[in-house]
């Protein structure tokens, strides 16, 4: 248990931020129920957050528009750029963080971004989520979603294919929801590294 608290502690120290702080042990807390161990659990927020603050310092367009998801290792990376050199820049980027497996780059290119196609994006997450919390059968806490004009990126591990189809009707069920990007792996698989 020291060491969990001392790793959360350091990991706190290195991301520098209160509100990081705050969702990391609150997270950090439910980490015991996912399928993820404690030490992968720190390990991807310490990829997540050396990816957003190198980000944060390259180039701001990367770091506003592009949303990150770390499970195992995987980075999935999504949002929307205005070029195809921006997207080739964030793929760059998370490949020299030490630690990863794969980049799995998804983020679309379009210049016509808008508040309300991401509110659009925003429920339809929100209401997976909610979906998936309340369903006795999905342990919501091994699942990553994110929504970028209404496609649904969905990353983690899942118990079984029968879980891994639940999560994915229940994705299909939210009004709204155009196509659904699957990186979930199964329990029983290893990961592949692709790098």
């Known amino acids: 248990m020291i060491k969990i608290s001392l790793s959360?502690?350091?990991?706190?120290i290195y991301v520098g931020c209160a509100q990081v702080a705050v969702?990391?042990?609150s997270k950090g807390v439910l980490v015991a129920k996912e399928e993820r161990s404690v030490g992968t659990f720190i390990d991807d927020t310490v990829i997540t957050a050396r990816l957003k603050n190198l980000y944060f310092n390259?180039?701001?367009k990367i770091?506003?528009?592009?949303?990150i998801e770390v499970n195992e290792g995987r980075v999935l990376l999504t949002g929307t750029v205005e070029t195809s050199d921006i997207r080739i820049e964030?793929?760059?980027l998370a490949w020299g963080i030490s630690d990863v497996v794969t980049v799995i780059n998804e983020i679309q290119i379009s210049d016509n971004d808008n508040i309300l196609d991401y509110a659009d994006d925003l429920v339809i997450t929100t209401k997976i989520n909610a979906k998936l919390l309340i369903n006795k059968e999905i342990n919501n806490l091994n699942y990553n979603i994110d929504t970028v004009n209404k496609i649904v990126y969905v990353i983690g591990i899942a118990q079984s294919k029968n879980e891994l189809a639940n999560v994915i009707d229940i994705i299909n069920s939210v009004y709204g929801v155009k196509e659904v990007i699957n990186y979930v792996r199964l329990k029983e698989d290893?990961?592949?590294?692709a790098g």
Not at 63 to 67: A, I, L, P, Q, S
Request: glycine share 8%.
């Open 8 to 12: 959360l502690s350091l990991l706190l």
């Open 23 to 25: 969702g990391g042990i």
């Open 58 to 60: 390259h180039n701001e």
């Open 63 to 67: 770091f506003f528009n592009v949303d």
């Open 90 to 92: 964030a793929t760059k």
């Open 190 to 193: 290893t990961i592949q590294n």
